[in-house]
């Protein structure tokens, strides 16, 4: 009896590895959105937490609590100060956006920030209020796609609501 030869074709084997290729670039597409997403979500709830903790330190330290985005858009500091215009500070930090396509933005009452002094939310001691009641809102935004996180100050008590990115 003759010996039949067993194995795969060049095609076949062709066929396999685009099957395979393609899987891979779809999977890959699904994976970087979603840690982009994760990304966004994550800033937006430090930043969530960073203005909760400034409130705390005007109600508990009877400090001004500040939150000031960087013009850039790629950072922000929060400070713990004696006075308002940011001197006297007792503690500071300066956050950094998780990935660089991640940026943040503020406007206060629909108006985009334009000076420094925009770009910064005060909390006023002993009540832990801020002195505008237009509101302030800050979007954690993605350089790649749309994706994008809203955090909103609600009027003067200045309680941080967060809508995570989908």
Same mark, same amino acid.
């Given at each position: 009896?003759?010996?039949?030869?067993?194995?795969f074709?060049?095609?076949?084997?062709?066929?396999?590895l685009?099957?395979?290729?393609?899987?891979?670039?779809i999977?890959?597409?699904?994976?970087?959105?979603?840690?982009q997403?994760?990304?966004?979500?994550?800033?937006?709830?430090?930043?969530?937490?960073?203005?909760?903790?400034?409130r705390?330190?005007?109600?508990?330290?009877?400090?001004?609590?500040?939150?000031?985005? %960087? @013009?850039?858009?790629?950072? $922000? +500091?929060?400070?713990?100060?004696?006075a308002?215009?940011? &001197? #006297?500070?007792?503690? !500071?930090r300066?956050?950094?956006?998780?990935a660089?396509?991640?940026?943040y933005?503020?406007?206060?009452?629909g108006?985009?920030a334009v000076?420094? %002094? @925009?770009r910064t939310?005060? $909390? +006023?001691?002993p009540?832990?209020?801020?002195?505008?009641? &237009? #509101?302030?809102?800050? !979007?954690?935004?993605s350089?790649?796609?749309?994706?994008?996180a809203?955090?909103?100050?609600?009027g003067?008590?200045?309680?941080?609501?967060?809508?995570? @990115?989908r």
């Open positions: 009896m003759g010996r039949t030869e067993q194995g074709t060049l095609i076949e084997l062709l066929g396999v685009l099957i395979v290729g393609i899987l891979t670039g999977l890959f597409a699904q994976y970087t959105g979603t840690r997403i994760a990304d966004i979500n994550s800033a937006a709830r430090q930043i969530q937490a960073d203005l909760q903790g400034a705390d330190a005007s109600l508990r330290l009877t400090q001004y609590g500040l939150l000031s985005v %960087a @013009a850039d858009g790629k950072s $922000y +500091t929060v400070s713990s100060c004696a308002a215009n940011g &001197t #006297g500070c007792v503690s !500071t300066t956050r950094l956006s998780p660089s396509t991640v940026t933005a503020v406007s206060s009452g108006a985009a000076n420094s %002094a @925009a939310v005060t $909390y +006023t001691p009540d832990g209020e801020q002195p505008s009641a &237009t #509101g302030y809102t800050f !979007t954690v935004s350089t790649v796609n749309s994706a994008r809203v955090v909103r100050l609600i003067l008590s200045g309680k941080a609501v967060i809508n995570v @990115a």
